[in-house]
């Protein structure tokens, strides 16, 4: 057996396999909703500091 055979045949790091596995979980996820959004992007505080614009 050639030594490159062994490493190729190495188990993925910890680590690797969480980021793997998060990753695919997070594909799985229905997207948040609008509001949720708004709210994690603070645009909810960006209209009350505004006052209308008039033409």
């Known amino acids: 057996m050639d ?3 062994k ?4 188990q993925p790091g910890k ?3 969480r980021k793997w596995l998060k990753a695919e979980l997070a594909q799985r996820r229905p997207p948040p909703d609008p509001e949720q959004i ?4 603070g645009w909810d505080l960006l209209t ?3 006052e209308p614009a008039t033409r």
């Open 38 to 41: 708004r709210r994690e992007l």
């Open 3 to 5: 030594k490159r055979d």
């Open 15 to 17: 680590e690797l396999v």
């Open 7 to 10: 490493e190729q045949r190495a």
């Open 48 to 50: 009350l500091g505004r």
